[in-house]
């Protein structure tokens, strides 16, 4: 569960925001996206391969 402590007098809009970035890191949304469908497991190790590529060519075009 998650809880945000409110200050005396602080604004609701400066709470909500905590709020949505504490649950935006727990990772639900992104997991409850992911479950949708199911991917195969050959499928997504291609994909992480894929993106490790790209992620390594990146840093060497920086360099």
């Given at each position: 569960?998650?809880?945000?402590?409110?200050?005396?007098?602080?604004?609701?809009?400066?709470?909500?925001?905590?709020?949505?970035?504490?649950?935006?890191k727990t990772g639900v949304i992104r997991e409850l996206r992911s479950r949708q469908a199911?991917?195969?497991?050959?499928?997504?190790?291609?994909?992480?391969i894929k993106k490790a590529k790209y992620v390594q060519k990146m840093q060497e075009s920086e360099e």
């Open positions: 569960m998650i809880i945000v402590p409110i200050k005396e007098g602080e604004n609701i809009e400066r709470a909500l925001k905590k709020f949505k970035r504490k649950f935006e199911f991917i195969k497991p050959s499928v997504r190790r291609r994909e992480e």
